[in-house]
Nanobody
Framework: EVQLVESGGGSVQAGGSLRLSCVAS????????IGWFRQAPGKGREGVSC???????YFADSVKGRFTISRDNAKNMVFLQMNSLKPEDTAVYYC????????RGQGTQVTVSS
């Protein structure tokens, strides 16, 4: 059974940092890109970042220079380091991967206050 579980969310003031973690199981983690997207209340889904199986990374323009992504294949984990957080980063953050369909975790809430 495929599972992705996020953790690390919380409430911070603007300018603060959080590190989100995603631990995966049930598939060949090393072979797949893992991504993060976020969804704020009343807004659509926004892709945030992705890391390929070869380590190549992608970032949305809105987070470039502030967020970094990394993976630890030995632990089946992906990390999203979020620095210089802004109120507009407030959302539920999900990690996901795609194989025929999309699998995602339950999400972790990030709240940034001004």
């Amino acid at each position: 059974e495929v599972q992705l579980v996020e953790s690390g969310g919380g409430s911070v003031q603007a300018g603060g940092s959080l590190r989100l973690s995603c631990v995966a199981s049930g598939f060949s983690f090393d072979d797949y890109a893992i991504g993060w997207f976020r969804q704020a209340p009343g807004k659509g889904r926004e892709g945030v970042s992705c890391i390929a199986s070869d380590g190549k990374t992608y970032f949305a323009d809105s987070v470039k220079g502030r967020f970094t992504i990394s993976r630890d294949n030995a632990k089946n984990m992906v990390f999203l380091q979020m620095n210089s957080l802004k109120p507009e980063d407030t959302a539920v953050y999900y990690c996901y991967y795609r194989h025929d369909t999309e699998y995602r975790g339950q999400g972790t809430q990030v709240t940034v206050s001004s």
